[in-house]
């Protein structure tokens, strides 16, 4: 499985981004797309993430109402989309996938990472 994380940039504080993530090769093996962010000498954590079969999700405190993590089954693709952004919220975002059948926070139990996008919010 691969996973291809684009949309990232330079927004102002109170700006929007829309992150997507678009997976392929075997993707019929996850079951779980959740995105994940890292500054430097910060630990990686969790966003959100979302199931693939029946579109339920899991969001983290911070992101409640500001971010909206939606699918395309067709397109193989999972989206971000970021509200009302602080300087906080930059960081590297990261999408990953897991064979779970639970949505995880624990990036432990995602197995494919993709490259990751940065996300520069400034104040």
């Known amino acids: 499985v691969q996973l291809q994380a684009s949309g990232g940039g330079l927004v102002q504080a109170g700006g929007s981004l829309n992150l997507s993530c678009t997976a392929s090769?075997?993707?019929?093996?996850?079951?779980?797309i959740g995105w994940f962010r890292q500054t430097p000498g910060k630990e990686r954590e969790f966003v959100a993430a979302?199931?693939?079969?029946?579109?339920?999700?899991l969001y983290k405190d911070f992101a409640k109402g500001r971010f909206t993590i939606s699918r395309d089954s067709a397109k193989d693709t999972v989206y971000l989309e970021m509200n009302s952004l602080k300087p906080e919220d930059t960081a590297v975002y990261y999408c990953?996938?897991?064979?779970?059948?639970?949505?995880?926070?624990?990036?432990?139990?995602?197995?494919?990472w993709g490259q990751g996008t940065l996300v520069t919010v400034s104040s």
């Open positions: 990953a996938a897991s064979q779970m059948g639970f949505i995880a926070r624990n990036g432990a139990l995602y197995r494919y």
């Open positions: 979302i199931r693939w079969i029946d579109g339920d999700t």
């Open positions: 090769g075997r993707t019929g093996i996850t079951n779980i």
